[in-house]
């Protein structure tokens, strides 16, 4: 099973010194990321270290207070952010997929909107898309029905759909009950293989020792050490991701 797909082509990422201030909480405060062309950036830290937040800065789910973020180092910040949104994708803890459509409406809607492809364009790619992350046989199903893995895989999908450039993950096997997370990363590690540029933050750090090409740690708003995975967790130097890893390993 791949979820790949061969017609895009990758871009480098970069975050530069993103300041963001929610009223005097400083919650960024000179993030700095750098994620090669079809490189996997793994974000790890404590919880409310601002990890969600920078990933919803670099597809302008907020706007930076300043900073810039750049694909193949063009800043998007003055870009269409439905356009933006087109190029990078983002997956959710919680899903998002809207509960009273089928599996394949949840796809076949952003298709229509965002890349307006006709009604059976949208059908053929959705169905193709679903195919990829093993789903074919839930198109007409409703979300409800499926188990959270299988929620999952199908927003990956949708959002797969659209022929993003750079892939963002937030937590998207956090809320999955243990047997389900493996087919989540699976997939997600298919397409990292498969060349995606892609940004997750996750708790799973078999998964980033494995996957990921860069481990960034985040701590207050800042990303205090990255590195090769091996780097990072064999020989951390900043006490404070010493300490962090104790924790989680
Ligand atoms: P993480 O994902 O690392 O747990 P977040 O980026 O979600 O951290 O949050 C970082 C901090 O910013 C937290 O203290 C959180 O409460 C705060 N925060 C996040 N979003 C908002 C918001 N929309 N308004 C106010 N504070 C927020
Ligand atoms: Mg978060």
Redesign the pocket.
């Known amino acids: 099973m791949t979820a790949t797909t061969s017609n895009t082509t990758s871009v480098s990422l970069g975050v530069r010194d993103v300041h963001l201030a929610?009223?005097a909480?400083r919650?960024l405060r000179g993030a700095e990321l750098d994620v090669a062309r079809g490189a996997t950036a793994c974000v790890i830290?404590?919880?409310?270290?601002?990890?969600?937040?920078?990933l919803?800065t670099i597809n302008r789910l907020?706007e930076p207070d300043s900073g810039d973020v750049l694909l193949d180092g063009r800043s998007v910040l003055r870009d269409d952010p439905d356009a933006l949104r087109q190029r990078v994708g983002m997956v959710f803890q919680q899903f998002n997929l809207f509960p009273h459509m089928t599996v394949l409406r949840n796809i076949t809607l952003a298709l229509r909107k965002l890349r307006k492809l006709s009604e059976d364009e949208a059908v053929q790619l959705a169905r193709a898309q679903l195919d990829l992350v093993g789903l074919a046989a839930k198109a007409d199903s409703r979300p409800a029905h499926l188990s959270g893995g299988q929620q999952q895989r199908v927003a990956i999908a949708r959002a797969l759909a659209l022929r993003p450039q750079v892939m963002l993950f937030?937590e998207a096997t956090s809320a999955l009950d243990p047997e389900l997370v493996k087919g989540v990363l699976g997939v997600m590690a298919d397409l990292a293989a498969g060349g995606m540029t892609m940004v997750v933050?996750t708790h799973e750090m078999g998964f980033a020792r494995e996957v990921a090409d860069t481990v960034a740690f985040?701590d207050r708003g800042v990303v205090l050490e990255a590195g090769e995975p091996a780097a990072i967790f064999e020989s951390p130097e900043h006490p404070r991701l010493r300490r962090f890893l104790s924790q989680v390993l």
């Open positions: 929610f009223g909480h919650v830290g404590p919880s409310g270290s601002g990890k969600s937040t920078l919803r907020i937030d933050v985040m």
